[in-house]
């Protein structure tokens, strides 16, 4: 039940995070939260997920998930408030059975809107264009 | 029913293994495959942009994340690059990293590799405007805006840029709107200090905020 909850609440979340251009391309809108930095020297936490193209957990740390958004965009979810957070996401298969190489295109991050414990993914081709590709994202808190 | 359940779950738990993924390292290799530092992993150049990264006692790591960056082992800045990891199907205990230039193509680069399993991994991170404006960070205490695409990063480690790997990319710092796609690449600059380079899709040096994430040895 807990997990179930934590879900819906996750699509709704993401549901109000995102919005449609007139092109169509989907936007993350809300106004910027303000962050604190942790004072230098405080310990971290570092968490990740592992996301198909299908916009579907692989594997990743206890209490993370993905809600799909449309093309190319996602928004992974974690235990923790990460809005004073850093994320860094590669480009990657994601099958624990890998080894086709992942080809070459562009992947960008950013705070998931109205969302608190969210990052908005959003993973290109070579020309700019949305695309679904698997992705591997590290948050470090 | 409950019974039913109860008796699954003990079942599973007695058939399905405990599986333990506790290692994170690292690894920043040339693009001839040369290691330059790292947590003891091995480099096999084996192709053009394809490389094979071992693990060194045979730590399972198919199960880990893994962050890669096209940037190289010194304070040379690289041409723009992509670089892509994967586990490989054949043996668990190595990571497969391709490396892209400009059109896509298979091509030789250095690159920063990242391998997140349990833990945390010692080192820092940095959220940095298009402006170089610092905007929060882990053991980070400053950024700068050198050139259009050119930034810096200070960690609090005076040895991060020569003993660390770093990963980047390009994003915002807040929480709304979303960044246009584009290149990121690192190197390294001096002592605590690490350089980023941001482009377009095209390869055109442009200003684009990022975000970088440091990894040292424990």
């Known amino acids: 039940m807990k997990w179930a909850g934590r879900f819906a609440l996750a699509v709704a979340a993401a549901a109000l995070a995102s919005a449609a251009n007139a092109d169509g391309r989907l936007t993350n809108t809300s106004a910027i939260r303000a962050v604190t930095a942790p004072p230098p020297g405080s310990p971290h936490t570092t968490y990740y997920i592992v996301v198909n193209k299908k916009g579907r957990r692989i594997r990743g740390s206890k209490g993370t998930a993905v809600v799909p958004q449309s093309a190319g965009t996602n928004i992974a979810t974690f235990p923790v408030d990460v809005t004073g957070c850093e994320y860094v996401a590669t480009l990657g298969r994601a099958t624990t059975d890998g080894g086709v190489d992942e080809t070459a295109g562009f992947v960008t991050v950013v705070g998931a809107s109205g969302f608190s414990n969210g990052v908005y993914v959003q993973t290109f081709g070579l020309r700019g264009v949305l695309r679904n590709r698997p992705f591997h994202l590290l948050v470090a808190c | ?218």
């Open chain 2, 1 to 218: 029913m409950k019974h039913t359940t109860l008796l699954s779950l003990v079942f599973a738990a007695v058939i399905v293994p405990s599986t333990v993924f506790a290692f994170s390292g690292y690894v920043v290799s040339a693009p001839d495959g040369t290691v330059s530092r790292g947590t003891s992993y091995d480099v096999t150049h084996f192709g053009t942009g394809q490389y094979e990264i071992d693990t060194p006692q045979g730590d399972d790591v198919h199960a880990c994340a893994y962050s890669v960056t096209a940037g190289s082992v010194n304070a040379v800045i690289p041409a723009p690059a992509i670089a892509t990891a994967v586990g490989r199907r054949e043996n668990h205990t190595a990571v497969m990293v391709s490396t892209f230039d400009l059109n896509g193509d298979y091509a030789d680069s250095g690159f920063h590799l990242i391998v997140q399993c349990a833990g945390n991994t010692p080192g820092g991170a940095a959220a940095v405007g298009s402006d170089g404006t610092l905007v929060r960070g882990v053991f980070a205490t400053a950024a700068a805006h050198t050139g259009t695409g050119a930034y810096t990063v200070t960690f609090a480690n005076p040895n991060l840029s020569t003993s660390c790997a770093y990963t980047a990319s390009i994003g915002l710092t807040g929480s709304s709107g979303v960044s246009a796609p584009g290149f990121v690449n690192v190197a390294a600059s001096s002592g605590g200090t690490i350089a980023v380079r941001t482009y377009d899709v095209h390869g055109n040096a442009a200003d684009l905020g990022f975000q970088v994430y440091a990894a040292c040895a424990l």
